[in-house]
């Protein structure tokens, strides 16, 4: 499997609900990635998780949570987010400390919040 | 923290005429440069990266250059086809391998005139 998946491909959540997107990626990666994508924008860094382990956190708002249950599984939680959230969430992931830089992205999330 | 700098953020050519891509960066510790593609409504899909101990690297009709001295690095993409219509974003990242995330910089909107 050469592929990072992402669930669900699109969401519309209020401003009071609470929601998960998932990633997985079965390539034997031990890094993986949040990004989030504005429309005609570059995809912004949130959030990487190495071996597990949170080691990036770009000063993103409390109401993003990431979560990293194994080496294949990364999840985002979302609660009591606002409009300007609403963007494409990208997840990707890459070989890790011993692999080299290259990231692979998953196809991506539609977040809208009313 | 890491400065990408993308020109230009349009470029039409015509049909079977070469474009090229700019990219700057500000961190001298930064090794590892990726080309990424992203079609509309698509993700973001690697099509050629390079690293700091080469200074050019080839594949079919697309090819980047880095000069690390200057520390820019270009791509190159030969005998345009209207699939090559996209937008490429340029990124760099440290050492450290895959434990980093990405800096893109903010995307060149290729159109290919037929």
């Known amino acids: 499997d050469t592929e990072v998946t992402q669930t669900p491909k699109h969401l519309v959540m209020g401003m009071t609900n609470k929601k998960s997107l998932k990633c997985e990626q079965h390539?034997?990666?031990?890094?993986m990635y949040w990004y989030k994508q504005k429309a005609k924008k570059p995809p912004e860094l949130m959030f990487v998780?190495?071996?597990?382990?949170?080691?990036i956190n770009e000063s993103v708002p409390s109401r993003f949570s990431p979560e990293c249950p194994n080496s294949s599984l990364l999840n985002l939680h979302l609660h009591a987010l606002q409009p300007e959230d609403s963007a494409l969430y990208l997840c990707a992931s890459s070989p890790g400390l011993a692999g080299g830089g290259e990231q692979y992205f998953g196809p991506g999330t539609r977040l809208t919040v009313t | 923290g890491e400065n990408v700098e993308q020109h230009p953020s349009t470029l039409s050519v015509q049909e079977g005429d070469s474009a090229v891509i700019k990219c700057t960066y500000s961190d001298s510790a930064s090794n590892y440069f990726p080309w990424y593609k992203q079609e509309l409504g698509k993700r973001p899909q690697l099509i050629i990266d390079i690293r700091s101990n080469v200074g050019e690297k080839k594949d079919q009709r697309i090819a980047v250059t880095l000069n690390k001295t200057a520390k820019h690095f270009s791509l190159h993409i030969t005998e345009t086809q209207p699939e090559d219509s996209a937008v490429y974003f340029c990124?760099?990242?440290?050492?450290?391998?895959?434990?980093?995330?990405?800096?893109f910089g903010k995307g060149t909107h290729l159109i290919i005139q037929p």
């Open positions: 998780y190495s071996y597990e382990k949170l080691s």
């Open positions: 990124a760099a990242s440290r050492p450290g391998g895959g434990a980093d995330g990405l800096t």
């Open positions: 390539m034997g990666h031990r890094a």
